[in-house]
């Protein structure tokens, strides 16, 4: 990948605000000086917006404030000024009702924010699953330079000397606790071994996939992903970035330099070996469409079929982000696929390298958790995209989380027309179900919920559960946790509340599944389907105000990132217009 850097020096965007003798830039040199500032920092040096997801109910950036300082002083250093700017923080474990229907408005914020301030560059602080790509869509819609620091994970919990894993083992003694096998008393004791230290979830979810997507992406330092929050690395790391930016500022790499095509199959490539969330599939296609790069469902097939899952981590296999970071974190992981022939090792990152000029001579530390490919937890990893009658515009699964004796299934469809009907259903032992049957969750799209709730890996019925089985098949319009697991069918598309087939199952109908051959379908004639399809009407609560209406009025599907059809695009990052 070809870059030339801009020429230095020159006038910054920031002096439209901060540069001359008139009036209009004494108000606003003037006003930020009450913070202390010294006349210097603004004469022309590139003005750096530190935008910090910190909050105190986002608990995985708590700690955020910290690293903020970090970047100033980096930032300082290089002879930037360093201002840092509060944006919105969508916390996945308290924002209700689900955190991804805040996803885009953080990122119109974070864009505005952006643009409508004097800012030359930008830090995204991020952690949390949706701040991640919320300040990465905001700034590609700016195409501003800009460089991810990521929060970094929690440190392994334990309980009575195993590893717990965030959410992983939420879900996993939450069944227990159905299935008596565990006492609730065990499990409040559990509760306060599962976050022991600052950062965000410990597993491969969706916050370690996204921080290893940013990376991947080339839109973070190489390294960023795993250093755990607590780790003195983690600190460097954050004021090595604040140096970065400067010249980034400097030389013009902006978002739209670095997210390529390339970078985006890099990035799917690298979400199949980490066995990463099917989260990164909605944020991947969201971020791309904001910086007019061409992703489709069908590319997530066609790059990670063939990517094995060697990364031995929890939800799909035994280990955290803490042995993955001591194994040498992603950057091994990149080096392999290099290696394998699945990297364009010539993509451009933010620090001005390739990114097989950034990984070519890492080593892999522990080869149980990054392990070679001849012991891959799956050889087929990646994400895959299913289609038929009942979802022509895909739906996705994560193999590697799956049951490999149900990813070829026939079942008969047990229904829940929405979230409410399955919680009301769901614990009742006359409900007619076993466990070769198919779950069907409809109406938690991202319309339907609305926002697209965390609620595809729905609970076994406790009668089930205490047969000893603790998986089945189920289908939804819904997301899943990525620190989730089970055969689990996600993102069903066209959505139930869009009048996608989903919506028409009814109890009893037949459904297979064929993960090997790509395809979902529901088995009754096509004039049937038809015929259900035109007797349908919609049935979700329509939202009649506020920011839910905006979402549900304006949200694209899933298959193609659930943004808002009006934030497609680039606009760039125009001066901001004066109005004193
Ligand atoms: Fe915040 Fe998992 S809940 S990272």
Redesign the pocket.
């Known amino acids: 990948m070809t870059f030339t850097p801009a020429k230095w020096p020159r006038k910054l965007r920031s002096q439209e605000w901060f540069g001359g003798t008139g009036r209009d830039q004494i108000y606003h040199r003037g006003w930020m000086k009450n913070q202390g500032f010294t006349h210097d920092m603004f004469d022309g040096r590139p003005v750096i917006g530190i935008l910090n997801t910190w909050s105190e109910l986002t608990p995985?950036n708590a700690h955020l404030r910290d690293l903020a300082e970090r970047v100033k002083n980096g930032v300082y250093e290089a002879g930037g000024f360093p201002v840092e700017v509060p944006v919105m923080s969508a916390?996945?474990?308290t924002f209700r009702p689900t955190a991804m229907m805040f996803r885009n408005l953080a990122a119109l914020a974070v864009e505005e924010t952006i643009r409508g301030q004097p800012m030359d560059g930008c830090v995204l602080l991020v952690?949390?699953?949706k701040t991640t790509p919320s300040l990465l869509m905001g700034a590609a819609s700016t195409d501003l330079p800009s460089i991810v620091v990521t929060g970094g994970p929690m440190l392994n919990g334990y309980f009575r000397g195993e590893r717990v894993g965030?959410?992983t083992h939420l879900w996993k003694f939450s069944e227990a606790v159905k299935a008596g096998e565990m006492s609730t008393e065990d499990f409040l004791e559990a509760e306060a071994s599962m976050s022991r230290s600052a950062g965000?979830?410990n597993t491969m979810?969706?916050?370690s996939t996204m921080a290893s997507m940013a990376e991947a992406l080339g839109m973070a330092l190489s390294g960023n992903a795993a250093i755990p929050a607590v780790d003195s690395r983690r600190r460097v790391m954050a004021q090595m970035s604040g140096r970065r930016i400067v010249q980034m500022v400097k030389d013009d790499l902006k978002p739209s330099d670095v997210m390529t095509k390339q970078a985006f199959e890099n990035a799917i490539r690298t979400n199949g070996a980490i066995g990463g969330s099917t989260n990164a599939v909605i944020h991947l296609l969201a971020m791309a469409g904001r910086v007019g790069v061409d992703l489709t469902l069908d590319d997530w097939d066609r790059c990670g079929r063939d990517v094995a899952t060697i990364v031995n981590l929890m939800p799909s296999g035994k280990y955290l982000m803490e042995e993955f970071f001591y194994a040498g974190g992603l950057p091994v992981v990149l080096k392999h696929l290099g290696e394998a022939g699945l990297l364009h090792k010539d993509a451009l990152t933010v620090s001005g390298e390739t990114m097989w000029d950034q990984v070519k001579d890492v080593v892999n530390h522990n080869d149980d958790v990054i392990r070679p490919v001849e012991k891959a937890l799956t050889a087929q990893g990646g994400i895959a995209v299913l289609r038929g009658n009942l979802a022509p515009k895909g739906a996705v699964i994560k193999p590697s989380a799956a049951s490999a004796h149900l990813l070829q299934h026939r079942g008969r469809a047990v229904v829940f027309e929405d979230i409410d009907d399955y919680k009301a259903k769901i614990n009742d032992d006359a409900l007619d179900i076993d466990e070769t049957c198919v779950m069907v969750l409809k109406n938690c799209g991202p319309k339907g919920y609305p926002g697209m709730a965390e609620v595809g890996n729905m609970g076994l019925p406790p009668k089930i559960l205490k047969k000893g089985i603790t998986d089945m098949v189920r289908i939804s319009d819904a997301r899943m946790s990525g620190t989730a697991y089970g055969t689990v069918v996600l993102h069903t598309s066209p959505e139930a509340a869009d009048g996608g087939p989903l919506a028409v199952v009814r109890n009893g109908d037949f459904i297979e599944l064929d993960v090997g051959a790509r395809t979902i379908h529901l088995d009754i004639s096509d004039e049937e389907l038809a015929a259900r399809l035109k007797d349908w009407t919609p049935n979700i609560e329509k939202q009649a105000s506020g920011y839910a209406w905006l979402h549900q009025t304006h949200t694209r599907g899933a298959d193609t990132g659930a943004d808002l059809d009006f934030l497609v695009g680039c606009r760039g990052a125009p001066v901001g217009r004066d109005s004193h």
């Open positions: 995985c916390s996945e474990s952690g949390c699953d965030s959410g965000s979830c979810g969706t916050a």
